[in-house]
């Protein structure tokens, strides 16, 4: 299908073609009556100039497209005949001066892309509707992923690259991070506060659990005695493990913590020193990876993740929308209110933008010049035509006028030099 013509060079045609002709009815005018009114002669003069301009600015304007009249004219039809040649210049033109890495990467500086971005996300309204665009492509992108089994090449894709993965590296510096700063009193706080909910709801059955532990607790006297021991002892044991893990989720500064933080030093040290946790760990992650259970397991979670996302996105009001918009601020926020976090992002898309543009840029530069290489001589007429067409016609009449300009001022030096 071709693209419809383009209104401004169709009138602009119109004018460059009309104004030559009125050239030439002019020129037949100051011609014919020029021995009655001796003065024609400059409009003739004018008007037989602007014709000569006229005609061969229409001429080299038609020969970069096509054969003027149809004629074989040699260097006509320069664009059809050299389209393989100017594909390959406009591919290395646009790669040098348009997409190198220090250019784009100058630029993406310049608009502070990740900066304005979290501002942007912090706004629940634009959180709103980024949520909305999103989970309204999913499903697509699902389908297609699961119409050509690409999920499955995903997860092998994935399984390989966890193999690479080293859990002891991985648990080691998740714990430097926990205990930089002391991350973790803020982290486990909250556990310590479930700990202690869990407990509170929990201690009838803890204290009927020690009761029935008891020693000699079938023997009637002493065993009902030791029964009720068993129970007090485990009541205020329950209650002081309670107490200890409110206070310490409300105040950083409680013995538990002490101990906490030894625990999770060692830890480190064990991740760091002790060769054989880390053979431990890399075969409970190989034997995880391998077994065929796993493979199952994962794709009874993608079935079940997909319905519950479907069954969610169906209803009147998406939960989804609003955890999702809420990830949004949040991850905004944080990046808004932390310009270290805001740097390394930018660093990180930086460094990426730089070693896709240096190691693909021949492919960029291939695509394009095969782009046009495919095009049809036509094709590639009719996109030039629609793009440059128009200011080609002003050339057709730029020459026009001052081509009879130029006869005007030809035939006033001749008057001066021979009248």
Not at 46 to 59: N, P, Q, R, S, Y
Not at 153 to 176: A, F, H, N
Not at 373 to 401: C, H, M, S, Y
Request: aromatic fraction near 6%; charge should be negative; hydrophobic fraction near 45%.
């Amino acid at each position: 299908m071709t693209d419809l013509p383009n209104p401004r060079l169709r009138r602009m045609r119109l004018a460059a073609g009309a104004i030559l002709a009125l050239m030439a009815m002019l020129y037949v005018f100051a011609r014919s009556y020029q021995t009655q009114w001796p003065w024609l002669e400059w409009l003739r003069a004018f008007a037989e100039a602007g014709m000569v301009g006229g005609l061969a600015d229409w001429f080299a304007v038609t020969a970069l497209f096509r054969h003027p009249l149809g004629l074989p004219i040699p260097h006509t039809a320069v664009i059809p005949k050299e389209k393989d040649r100017i594909g390959a210049a406009l591919a290395q033109f646009v790669r040098g001066n348009f997409l190198t890495a220090e250019l784009i990467c100058q630029q993406a500086k310049e608009l502070m892309l990740v900066p304005r971005m979290a501002s942007w996300m912090t706004q629940p309204a634009n959180a709103d509707k980024l949520a909305q665009q999103t989970l309204q492509m999913l499903p697509t992108a699902l389908d297609a992923l699961e119409k050509n089994d690409a999920h499955k090449l995903l997860t092998s894709k994935l399984t390989e690259q966890l193999k690479t993965v080293r859990p002891d590296e991985i648990s080691g510096k998740l714990l430097d991070w926990m205990l930089a700063e002391q991350r973790y009193r803020k982290l486990l706080a909250p556990v310590l506060r479930q700990l202690s909910s869990a407990i509170s709801h929990n201690r009838g059955r803890i204290e009927e659990a020690a009761g029935n532990k008891a020693p000699l607790n079938k023997v009637p006297l002493l065993g009902r005695i030791s029964r009720a021991i068993a129970e007090d002892i485990s009541e205020r044991t329950t209650g002081s493990i309670e107490a200890k893990l409110i206070a310490a989720s409300e105040d950083e500064t409680e013995p538990l913590w002490d101990i906490i933080d030894e625990q999770l030093t060692a830890a480190r040290e064990q991740f760091s020193n002790n060769p054989e946790l880390r053979s431990q760990l890399e075969s409970i992650r190989d034997q995880w990876l391998e077994d065929p259970h796993s493979g199952e397991l994962a794709e009874r979670l993608w079935q079940q993740v997909r319905r519950s996302l479907d069954r969610d996105l169906q209803s009147e009001v998406p939960k989804t929308v609003d955890h999702l918009s809420s990830i949004i601020v949040s991850a905004g926020t944080a990046i808004d209110h932390n310009p270290e976090l805001a740097q390394r992002i930018e660093n990180t898309l930086l460094e990426g933008i730089d070693q896709i543009l240096t190691q693909h840029g021949e492919h960029i530069e291939a695509m394009i010049r095969n782009t046009i290489e495919q095009w049809d001589a036509a094709t590639l007429i009719q996109k030039l035509e629609q793009q440059v067409g128009p200011d080609l016609q002003f050339i057709r009449i730029n020459g026009t006028l001052i081509g009879g300009l130029v006869g005007v001022s030809l035939h006033a030096i001749g008057l001066l030099i021979w009248h």
